[in-house]
């Protein structure tokens, strides 16, 4: 059972900032890569920022610039740190844990997610 603990979320006004946090076990930070998803009713559940085992980031085009992940091993937590918010960036963002482990002559990625966390971006 992997259990993924997110806070941060809530309304800020465009240009504001929020920080997002995603504690897990030890065992599991220690293992897995991390990344922060996000969602809008009705549409795909989007990747925002990663963040792997050895603390390489990647981004979404629509955040790079704005939106920084980090890591923090002493905490066994991960960050969204987001500046410059935008209403666009309104949506449920969900803390997500993955592996990949060979399965049936290819590979197979596990999935893990958080409850998930709303952001409003609004006046």
């Known amino acids: 059972q992997v259990h993924l603990a997110e806070s941060g979320g809530g309304l800020v006004q465009p240009g504001g900032s929020l920080r997002l946090s995603c504690a897990t076990a030890?065992?599991?930070?220690?293992?897995?890569?991390m990344a922060w998803y996000r969602q809008i009713p009705g549409k795909t559940r989007d990747m925002v920022a990663g963040?792997?085992?050895?603390?390489?980031?990647t981004y979404a085009a629509s955040v790079k610039g704005r939106f920084t992940i980090s890591r923090d091993s002493s905490k066994s937590t991960i960050y969204l740190q987001m500046d410059n918010l935008k209403p666009e960036d309104t949506a449920i963002y969900y803390c997500n844990a993955y592996t990949l482990r060979a399965a049936g002559g290819g590979v197979h990625r596990d999935d893990y997610w958080g409850q998930g966390t709303q952001v409003t971006v609004s006046q």
């Open positions: 030890d065992h599991i930070f220690s293992a897995y890569n």
């Open positions: 963040i792997s085992t050895g603390g390489n980031p």
